[in-house]
C-alpha cells in the first residue's frame, strides 16, 4: 500500500510571494496539487472550469454547504468560495499532498474537521518589503494598496494559529524550507510505515 498523502494549508497576506512559491514547488514535486476551489462567482475571460475554480450558481453551493460537503467556505463581495471535502480526500487517499491557500479563517475552519492538516503561513521580511511588492506589481491604485497593507496586518496577526512559519526574504531560501516541510512531514513514522510496510514486515521476520 503506497503512503497516503496530507492536507497542507498555506497563508499569507497579499504580496508575500504566497502564490509564486506554491507555483515553483508544483514545479518541483509531481505528488503536490492545489485544491481547486469551487465558486459562485462569474467565470472571467481565459478562466478555465475545473481549472481555475469549479463554477457553480449559489443554489448548488448552499447545497453543498448543507450536506456538510464543503471544508471550509466563505463569502466574498457577495460570491461565495469554498474547498470539497470530498475532492481532497480523494487526492489524500491516493497518495498525493493537497495545498489549501487559504486565509487564516479558512484555516481555523480547515484545522478543526481536518486536524491532521499542517499549516503554514508565509510572511515578508519587513512592512517596506510588502509595500514596494505590491506598489511594483503595477495593477493596484494607492487605494487598494493602502488597504492591502491593513488587511496584511490583520493576516500577520494570526500567524501564531499555523504549525509553520516562513519568513519570504531570499525567493531561494523560502523555497528551499518549504519544500523541507513537505520531506519532513513525509517522513513521518506513520506515513513512513504505511509506505515501507512490506520493507518493515520483512525486517521484522524471523526468516535468515
Not at 507555483?23 to 459562485?40: E, G
Not at 463569502?75 to 487559504?102: C, H, M, P, R
Request: aromatic share 6%.
Amino acid at each position: 500500500m503506497s503512503a497516503i498523502g496530507n492536507l497542507f494549508i498555506i497563508s499569507a497576506p497579499s504580496g508575500a510571494g504566497k502564490t509564486s512559491l506554491v507555483k515553483a514547488l508544483l514545479q518541483r514535486d509531481p505528488l503536490i496539487c492545489v485544491s481547486v476551489s469551487h465558486t459562485t462567482r462569474p467565470m472571467r475571460s481565459g478562466e478555465v472550469n475545473g481549472s481555475d475554480y469549479n463554477f457553480v450558481d449559489q443554489q448548488l453551493f448552499a447545497d453543498l454547504v448543507n450536506q456538510n460537503q464543503m471544508l471550509e467556505y466563505a463569502t466574498v463581495f457577495g460570491n461565495s468560495y469554498g474547498t470539497s471535502k470530498a475532492w481532497v480526500e480523494q487526492a489524500i487517499g491516493e497518495g498525493k499532498d493537497v495545498i489549501l491557500e487559504i486565509d487564516w479563517q479558512g484555516r481555523d475552519q480547515v484545522l478543526q474537521v481536518f486536524p491532521k492538516a499542517v499549516a503554514i503561513t508565509i510572511l515578508p521580511p519587513s512592512k517596506a518589503s510588502l509595500q514596494a511588492r505590491l506598489s511594483n506589481r503595477g495593477t493596484d491604485s494607492e487605494q487598494v494598496i493602502a488597504k492591502r497593507m491593513a488587511e496584511a496586518e490583520s493576516e500577520i496577526r494570526q500567524y501564531t494559529g499555523s504549525h509553520y512559519l516562513l519568513i519570504n526574504d531570499s525567493f531561494d531560501l523560502a523555497l528551499s524550507e518549504l519544500t523541507a516541510i513537505f520531506v519532513a512531514e513525509r517522513l513521518k513514522t506513520k506515513r513512513q510505515s504505511i509506505k515501507h510496510g512490506k520493507l518493515l514486515t520483512d525486517l521484522l521476520s524471523n526468516d535468515a
